[in-house]
């Protein structure tokens, strides 16, 4: 009988510490894009010039955790992929420069949840400003 409950203690202590949480060792992916308007320093209005953002820098965030967990540069055409993700909570960022900002910068950020163990994501594109 003891032998029995100690069985069945470790078995529910083993199923419950195989709980796994957001973050690498999966098969999904977060994909997206960032893409750039240009404002005037001067004028503050749009200077006609947009387009995706090569070289960006974008961070992910895996759950609730309070300070990003990983993050890639954009390629030349201003995609961007997280790879190798399991289900759970992400959080995807960059910065985008902000004049009227303490720091000069605010997070343009997108929250997305995979559900599925090959799910592919794409988030809606990050837009940030560069002013000139």
């Not at 060792?25 to 977060?30: F, M």
């Not at 006609?48 to 890639?72: L, N, Q, T």
Request: net charge negative.
């Amino acid at each position: 009988m003891i032998r029995t409950c100690l069985l069945f203690c470790a078995l529910a202590v083993a199923l419950w510490g195989c709980r796994k949480e957001p973050g690498e060792g999966g098969l999904a992916e977060i994909r997206g894009s960032v893409y750039v308007v240009e404002y005037d320093d001067n004028t503050g209005q749009p200077t006609g010039d947009e387009y995706f953002a090569p070289e960006a820098r974008v961070y992910i965030v895996y759950g609730d955790h309070d300070f990003h967990d990983d993050d890639v540069r954009t390629g030349p055409d201003g995609l961007f992929v997280f790879s190798w993700l399991r289900k759970g909570d992400y959080t995807v960022f960059t910065y985008s420069e902000c004049p009227t900002c303490p720091s000069g910068t605010e997070q343009v950020s997108r929250q997305v949840t995979i559900d599925k163990r090959k799910e592919v994501i794409t988030v809606p594109t990050l837009v940030i400003e560069e002013w000139r």
